[in-house]
């Protein structure tokens, strides 16, 4: 399953390949950290990690957005996160996910 970051017109976080259930990522298109952070915050979908290298997102959002498009793929997003779990991934509420962003060009201040 991969996130992504769309930054036009407006930041907007996207699920896309909901069926994949091998990895988790995030990918960026080339988006700033404050941009990625406003489209978590915006969407209440989760937050930047503190390492910059990751973001926490929100369980129920995920599941939101999966069952909107194939209710049946629940089950297999249930395993994921309990894959997570067992690897330290998830939050100790259990209601976030770690992901990887995997874009690299993303900055922490375009502007610097």
Not at 19 to 48: I, K, T
Not at 82 to 98: E, L, N, P
Request: hydrophobic letters at 50%.
């Amino acid at each position: 399953m991969i996130l992504r970051l769309r930054t036009a017109p407006a930041p907007v976080l996207l699920v896309e390949e909901p069926a994949v259930m091998s990895a988790l990522a995030l990918l960026c298109d080339g988006a700033d950290r404050a941009a990625l952070g406003l489209a978590l915050e915006r969407q209440g979908a989760g937050s930047v990690a503190d390492d910059e290298q990751h973001v926490w997102v929100r369980v129920a959002w995920v599941r939101e957005q999966v069952a909107a498009v194939d209710p049946s793929l629940l089950g297999g997003f249930d395993g994921m996160v309990a894959y997570a779990a067992k690897h330290g991934w998830v939050d100790a509420s259990g209601h976030h996910v770690r992901v990887h962003i995997a874009a690299p060009d993303i900055e922490s201040n375009p502007t610097e």
